[in-house]
């Protein structure tokens, strides 16, 4: 828990909207059904699940209850609140994984894997100034390492390495995040950790339960990866007196290898993700033949197992992982290749073909109850609709779903049984902000084509209606952030704070706070911002918040039924723009202007559902 939280000890003291969602969702938990509530942002969700745990265990003593959310910083926040009434409520506990948290004693003890070591030592301490561990996550945005591939080489070697999942047993309310749950309930001892009959499940910010499942329940594999950690094992046995010169020149061999097929493979490209099957399996086919299949691979790869097995290497360790990890992937049947400008290199990536089959067998098939809580839960006026279950992964119609089994690589049939009698429609509940407190503007044209001309217009716009307020821009790639800040600059001196793929959100939002003027972010800045008071009093949306989805599944769903993949789209549009605009108004006493610059707004498709919703939080007055 927080060393800052000051107030501890504290009585719950509800509003009554808060008592009507404890009472609707107790009864719904109880009575073994599945139910999805909408609370308003500032309606107090955090302290409203925790008093509904209360509830739960004050009848069933003998239950658990698991408070399963989004991120390890949402945990972290749920765990800080629990610490303020921690004596009104049962036990508590946080538990994430050991694979999350920050072995400190790595970084103190000298281990910096090409990190600045001052650096991070003055980020290990202002994290633990505030808390008692350190989330690998936070540490690395402090250090702003973005690169997912980069990411997951520091996780390897700076994450805890013992587990105590079992001390985490014995306490009343557990709250953890989604992808542990996932990994723990789909393939893990779920039985054992999470009986579900004795069980009861709330899950927080619920609508980001299928993003974190996807990327959670699949694989991938890069050149860049690979020769990052052959890089590192070659370092660790250079100059080591033990290990056998046979070994270190078949391990330099190998480095000098993989650093040639990482730069022929990461030449400049088009930022395209290849979806022929055809062409994606000939060309995983081919990696894994000169990388695994050559008798100068298969030679290192014994050389790699003989240093962990007889010299007891701790770097072999993660290389080993890496190879099984490439195998799997560039073996499997259902693999995509995609190629970022950003990361700058192809990444070969598993998709699963019935995400929602193997969710519904897997893991909603195990619970027997569950109550999902978030702002945005719908995505149109009808509350009468399945349609955030079947977002969900929720079966409502008995069918026989296949998908590839993650252990065994089979790939089988189940029969699915229906959970529509378990589902309670979505209960809204009301908040404490009142539209009153934010006017919108809505641009009445329709969308501009051309680029130069577009974000020129909006350019003149956004100069002649920001002054001397703290203001967020929502543009759409980093592409369209640059040009904005180019061209604002050209016609404001107020400072520009902007996102850039080498920078967390984390320090982006830290230098914004600083310098206060105009922040410019990308679709991704919809949400996790939480600016209040004059921290941000404009928000302009020059791009409706479509995702930039170019995954194998939405390609296929695209060149499959276009009428269905743009409906999806507009789905998950819809949720993030809700999420966009809640970043205006974050209490009761904010005060706000929205602008919508984006001429698709008025398409007739969506401008009645993204009415509803905006009404829902401003006035609007054009």
């Known amino acids: 828990f927080s060393n800052k939280i000051t107030k501890r000890g504290l009585k719950m003291k509800l509003r009554s909207e808060q008592k009507r969602f404890v ?26 699940a925790l008093a509904l745990a209360k509830e739960l265990l004050k009848k069933a003593p003998n239950k658990r209850v698991i408070i399963a959310t989004a991120s390890n910083s949402l945990a972290k926040e749920i765990l800080n609140e629990a610490k303020r009434y921690e004596n009104e409520l049962p036990s508590f506990a946080l538990g994430v994984g050991k694979s999350n948290y920050l072995d400190v004693n790595k970084i103190v003890g000298g281990i910096t894997l090409d990190l600045d070591r001052d650096r991070a030592l003055k980020a290990i301490e202002e994290l633990k100034a505030e808390y008692d561990f350190v989330f690998i996550d ?18 390897d070697r700076l994450a805890m390495t013992d587990s105590n999942s079992d001390n985490f047993l014995p306490y009343q309310i557990q709250i953890t995040n989604y992808s542990y749950l996932l990994l723990q309930i789909m393939y893990g001892e779920y039985e054992r950790l999470y009986n579900p009959n004795d069980t009861y499940f709330i899950f927080d910010e619920v609508q980001e339960f299928l993003n974190l499942a996807e990327l959670t329940l699949n694989s991938k594999f890069s050149l860049y990866s690979y020769y990052l950690n052959v890089k590192a094992l070659n370092e660790r046995i250079r100059y080591d007196s033990v290990c056998p010169s046979s070994i270190k020149k078949t391990v330099e061999k190998e480095y000098l290898r993989a650093e040639s097929l990482y730069k022929i493979h990461s030449k400049p490209g088009n930022n395209k993700t290849e979806t022929d099957r055809k062409e994606c399996l000939s060309k995983a086919k081919a990696l894994y033949s000169v990388l695994f299949g050559e008798t100068v691979t298969r030679e290192f790869e014994r050389s790699v197992r003989r240093l962990l097995e007889k010299y007891g290497i701790g770097e072999a360790k993660y290389m080993v992982r890496v190879i099984e990890e490439g195998k799997a992937t560039l073996n499997s049947e259902d693999i995509y290749i995609s190629y970022s400008k950003e990361r700058g290199y192809i990444s070969f990536q598993t998709y699963t073909r019935n995400i929602d089959g193997l969710l519904a067998v897997r893991f909603w098939n195990r619970l ?35 998908y590839e089994d993650k252990i065994t690589g089979e790939r089988k049939n189940y029969e699915v049984s229906s959970k529509l009698d378990k589902i309670r429609f979505i209960r809204k509940f009301k908040g404490v902000l009142s539209p009153d407190q934010a006017v919108c503007v809505i641009n009445p044209n329709e969308f501009i084509v051309d680029d130069e001309e577009r974000f020129s217009k909006y350019v003149s716009y956004i100069a002649s209606r920001i002054s001397d307020k703290n203001a967020m821009i929502l543009a759409g790639g980093y592409d369209e952030v640059n040009t904005l800040k180019e061209k604002l600059s050209a016609l404001t001196n107020i400072p520009i704070t902007v996102a850039a793929p080498n920078r967390s959100q984390t320090n982006v939002i830290a230098d914004f706070k600083k310098t206060g003027g105009i922040l410019i972010g990308t679709r991704n800045y919809a949400t996790g911002v939480n600016l209040t008071g004059k921290q941000l009093e404009q928000l302009f949306i020059t791009k409706l918040p479509y995702p930039q989805f170019s995954t194998k599944k939405w390609i296929d769903l695209k060149e499959r039924n ?41 398409s007739k498709q969506i401008k009645n559902v993204l009415d509803y919703f905006v009404k829902q939080v401003s006035i609007i007055i054009n």
């Open 368 to 402: 027997n109850n569950f109550c999902g809580v978030t702002a945005t839960a719908l995505t149109g006026m009808d509350t009468q609709s399945y349609d955030p279950y079947t977002r969900l992964g929720i079966n409502i119609k008995h069918k026989s779903v296949e």
């Open 23 to 48: 009472e609707y969702a107790a009864e719904s938990l109880r009575d073994n059904r599945f139910a999805i509530c909408e609370a308003p942002t500032a309606f107090g969700k955090t302290i409203s």
């Open 138 to 155: 936070e540490f690395l945005d402090l250090m702003d390492v973005v690169d997912q591939g980069k990411r997951d080489f520091y996780k």
């Open 562 to 602: 276009t009428a269905a993949y743009w409906k999806k789209m507009n789905t998950e549009m819809t949720l993030t723009f809700r999420q966009a605009i809640g970043r205006l108004i974050r209490t009761p006493t904010d005060k706000g202007e929205l602008y919508i610059l984006d001429g698709r707004y008025n």
